[in-house]
C-alpha cells in the first residue's frame, strides 16, 4: 500500500506547493511512490483519509486553528512545508503591530469587526498550534530536501534536517563570503540545507531557514566585530523571516 | 424550470488561494450568487512600514509565489522611482528576460496543468500522466525551461535573489545565454505541438460573452509588459501616476470589502485584456498561434484568456530571443553597484504580471525606510469581473444538470487563473 498523502494550505504565498510542481518529471516518480488524495492547488478529487499531512502556511485566524486542529487528527504525521509553518515567515511581521493597526492600515473604514474571515490574531507557526513531526524550511523550500524528507517519512525512518550553518555548504561552494563583499549576511547561524543558494548569486543570506540552534555565537560575535556590525543589527535582519517578540 | 438549485463549492479546486461560489436558485429566480474569497489576510502593507528600502523587494515578493518576480519588479520600479535611481540597459535587458521567465512559467503551469483537466474531462493532471503521456511531457518541458530560465537570470525560480535596487547581484554569461537561446528556439516547435493537442478540445472551453473594459499597460513600441502607460480599451490612454482614479477601490453595499472598477461596473485585466489592447505587437508565431485558435481582439470571452496565456507564452519565448541576440552583441558584465542618495521620495511602479497589471507605490522617508505602502493586485482587479460575469452566466446554465453549472462556474472563475493569496490586501466578503 502507497502511503496517502494530503497537502494543506494556511496564510502563505503557496510557493513552496508550487516547488512540488517545479520538481518537473519527477512528479511523476513521487505519485508512483505516494498516493496523493488531496491537493487543492492541483486537484479536484479529495478524501479525508490520509497518513501524511504536509501543510504549508502561517495560522492567522480562529477559523484556521480549528481547521489545522482537525487535519492534526486525521494525519499520523504533519509536516511543516516551508518558512510560513516552520517560523511564521514574513507573516509574521506584522506581529510588531497591534491586529486593530494593521486592519486600519489596509481596510481602512471599511467595517470588518464582526466578520470571521478577518479575525486575525497574531500570526503563529504551525507548531504554536499543534504538534508537528516534521519541518521541510526555507522560503521557498529546497526541492532536493523536500524529496529528501519525503522519502524519508515514505520509508518510515525519522526525516532530519542538517545541524550546521548554511556557512559550511557556502565554503563547499568556494564562494566569497559575502561579509566581504560588504554586505550582511546571516549564514553563520542560519540552518543550512538550501546549499548556499543566496550567496552562489551574490546576495547575502537572509535566514530564511531559521535559526539554527546552538550556532556558535561566539564566533559570530566575532565575525560582527570583525565588520564593524553589532548583534542588534544582526537581530533586525533576522526578524524578517524569524520574527519573535521576545527575541532571541 | 421548476427546482431548486443551490450550489456551494468551498474552496474551489486548482486556483491558487481560497474562494467560494455560491448560488441558489428557486423556480429559475435567482436568489444568490457570489464569487467569496475567504483567504486569511496578511496585510503587507501595514507591516512593511519601518521597512528598509533595500528589503521592501524581497519582503513584497512573499505575496505571491506564483508571481513573485512580478512583485519583486514592481517593488524595484516603485522604490527606485521614490529614491531617483536610473538602472542600466544591462539591467533593464536582465529584468525583461527575468519577467518573460515568470509570465512563460506561469501561463504554461496554468494551461497545463490547471486548465487541461477541464478540456479532457478529468479532475487533475495526474490521470494525464498515463493516458496523455506524451502531451503531459511536453508542458512539462516548456515549464522546466521556463524555470531554468528564471534560475540563470534570478538565482531561483520562486523568490528571486539577485533582483536588488538598481540592478543585479548577478549576470548570466555570455556561453549560458548562447545555450539559453538554443533551448528557447526548439521550445517553440514543442509550443506548437501543445497548441494543437490543445486546439482539438478547445471547444470545450463555454461559448460565453459579456462586454467588459479591458486594462492593462500599453506601449508604442513592444508589447508591454515591464513597461509602458495604463490603457483601457474604453478609455485610451492614463499616465502610472493616475493609477488612484483607473482602480477606485470601493466598498460594495451587501458586503464589506472593496471592489474595483473604472468606466463601468467592472474590469478585467490578465493576458486577454493585454491582447485585447496590444495584440498588434505580439510576435510573429504568437500571432499564428491566436490564429490557431481563431483568438481576435476584442475577444469578450472571458474563458479565452486561457489561449491568449499561451499565445503569450510564445510571445515571451520569441520575444526573448530578441533580448539575449541583443545582450550577446553588447555583452554581459557585474555593474558596480549604483550609488543610492537616500532622500525622502514617493515611486509608483506598473508592472504586467502573468495575472494582470500590478501597482506597487511606496512613500520613503529621508533615512530609507518605508512609511506608506500600497499594493494593488491583479486578482483584486479581477474579483468583480469574475462576479459579473457569473451574474451573466448563470441564467444561461439554468436549464442544465447541477453539476454542469457547477463545472461550468469552476471553469469561469480558473479562466481568470486568480490568484488569490496576492489579492487578499483587499477582501471581497459576503455571507451565506
Not at chain 1, 552562489?200 to 535559526?211: K, M
Not at chain 2, 486556483?15 to 496585510?43: C, D, L, M, Y
Not at chain 2, 504554461?108 to 496523455?132: M, Q, R, W
Not at chain 2, 478585467?268 to 481563431?294: H, T
Request: net charge negative; aromatic share 8%.
Amino acid at each position: 500500500m502507497k502511503p496517502k498523502v494530503a497537502f494543506f494550505d494556511f496564510s502563505s504565498c503557496e510557493g513552496c506547493q508550487l516547488q512540488i510542481a517545479n520538481l518537473e518529471e519527477r512528479i511523476i516518480d513521487l505519485v508512483e511512490v505516494v498516493d496523493v488524495v488531496s491537493f487543492r492547488e492541483v486537484m479536484k478529487e479529495h478524501s479525508d483519509d490520509y497518513e501524511i499531512a504536509i501543510v504549508e502556511g502561517s495560522i492567522q485566524r480562529p477559523m484556521d486553528e480549528l481547521r489545522l486542529k482537525d487535519i492534526r487528527s486525521k494525519a499520523k504525521i504533519l509536516v511543516a512545508l516551508g518558512a510560513c509553518a516552520h517560523t511564521g515567515c514574513v507573516n509574521k511581521l506584522r506581529n510588531e503591530w497591534p491586529v486593530e493597526d494593521v486592519k486600519k492600515e489596509v481596510y481602512g473604514k471599511a467595517s470588518i469587526s464582526d466578520n470571521p474571515y478577518f479575525d486575525a490574531f497574531q500570526a503563529k507557526a504551525l507548531d504554536e498550534v499543534v504538534k508537528v513531526d516534521a519541518y521541510i524550511p526555507g522560503c521557498p523550500i529546497n526541492r532536493e530536501e523536500f524529496i529528501r524528507i519525503v522519502t524519508a517519512l515514505v520509508a518510515g525512518k525519522k526525516p532530519s534536517i542538517p545541524n550546521y550553518p548554511v556557512c559550511v555548504e557556502c565554503k563547499k561552494n568556494e564562494n566569497i563570503c559575502v561579509f566581504d563583499l560588504g554586505k550582511f549576511c546571516l549564514g553563520p547561524v542560519t540552518i543550512a540545507g538550501c546549499n548556499s543558494a543566496c550567496p552562489n548569486f551574490g546576495h547575502e543570506c537572509e535566514g530564511c531557514r531559521g535559526y539554527l540552534e546552538h550556532a556558535h555565537m561566539d564566533a559570530q560575535k566575532d565575525v560582527l566585530k570583525k565588520y564593524g556590525l553589532s548583534v542588534k543589527q544582526m537581530l533586525d535582519r533576522f526578524n524578517i523571516f524569524n520574527y519573535r517578540k521576545e527575541g532571541y | 424550470m421548476s427546482q431548486k438549485v443551490d450550489i456551494n463549492l468551498h474552496h474551489i479546486t486548482r486556483v491558487e488561494g481560497h474562494g467560494n461560489i455560491v448560488v441558489n436558485t428557486n423556480n429559475g429566480k435567482i436568489e444568490k450568487i457570489e464569487w467569496q474569497v475567504s483567504e486569511a489576510p496578511r496585510f503587507f502593507e501595514a507591516f512593511v512600514r519601518g521597512k528598509d528600502y533595500n528589503d521592501l523587494a524581497h519582503i513584497t515578493s512573499r505575496i505571491c509565489g506564483i508571481c513573485s518576480i512580478g512583485h519583486t519588479l514592481a517593488s524595484l520600479k516603485a522604490t527606485e522611482a521614490a529614491l531617483g535611481v536610473e538602472i542600466s540597459e544591462q539591467t533593464t535587458f536582465l529584468r525583461k528576460l527575468a519577467l518573460h521567465a515568470e509570465n512563460m512559467q506561469s501561463h504554461i503551469l496554468h494551461v497545463g496543468y490547471l486548465v487541461a483537466p477541464d478540456l479532457f474531462k478529468v479532475g487533475s493532471v495526474f490521470p494525464l500522466i498515463k493516458t496523455h503521456t506524451d502531451a503531459v511531457l511536453k508542458i512539462i518541458q516548456l515549464h522546466r525551461l521556463a524555470n531554468e530560465m528564471s534560475d540563470l537570470i534570478c538565482g531561483r525560480t520562486t523568490h528571486p535573489i539577485g533582483l536588488v535596487v538598481g540592478g543585479f547581484t548577478q549576470v548570466p554569461t555570455l556561453a549560458e545565454l548562447k545555450v539559453l537561446k538554443s533551448r528557447l528556439i526548439s521550445s517553440l516547435d514543442i509550443a506548437r505541438q501543445v497548441a494543437e493537442i490543445l486546439v482539438d478540445n478547445a471547444h470545450m472551453l463555454p461559448n460565453f460573452s459579456r462586454e467588459t473594459e479591458y486594462i492593462g499597460l500599453t506601449t508604442d513600441n513592444e508589447y508591454a509588459l515591464y513597461d509602458g502607460v495604463i490603457g483601457s480599451t474604453d478609455t485610451g490612454k492614463h499616465p502610472v501616476k493616475d493609477y488612484h482614479s483607473i482602480v477606485n477601490e470601493y466598498v460594495v453595499p451587501y458586503s464589506t470589502a472593496k471592489h474595483t472598477k473604472h468606466k463601468r461596473e467592472s474590469y478585467m485585466v490578465g493576458a486577454l485584456a493585454r491582447f485585447n489592447l496590444n495584440s498588434e505587437k505580439l510576435s510573429p508565431i504568437a500571432k499564428e498561434i491566436a490564429g490557431l485558435f481563431d483568438l481576435k481582439p476584442i475577444s469578450f470571452n472571458p474563458f479565452m484568456n486561457n489561449i491568449a496565456q499561451l499565445v503569450e507564452y510564445v510571445h515571451s519565448v520569441e520575444d526573448s530571443i530578441i533580448i539575449i541576440d541583443a545582450l550577446l552583441m553588447r555583452g554581459t558584465k557585474i555593474e558596480d553597484p549604483i550609488e543610492i542618495k537616500l532622500k525622502k521620495g514617493r515611486g509608483i511602479g506598473a508592472v504586467e504580471v502573468p495575472r494582470g497589471i500590478l501597482f506597487h507605490d511606496y512613500t520613503i522617508d529621508k533615512n530609507g525606510k518605508c512609511i506608506k505602502a500600497n499594493c494593488v493586485i491583479p486578482t483584486n482587479q479581477n474579483h468583480g469581473n469574475i462576479q459579473k460575469d457569473m451574474e451573466a452566466m448563470v441564467p444561461t446554465l439554468l436549464d442544465k444538470p447541477k453539476e454542469e453549472i457547477e463545472l461550468n462556474l469552476e471553469m469561469l472563475v480558473r479562466a481568470y487563473d486568480p490568484c488569490i493569496s496576492c489579492s487578499t490586501h483587499y477582501l471581497k466578503v459576503k455571507f451565506i
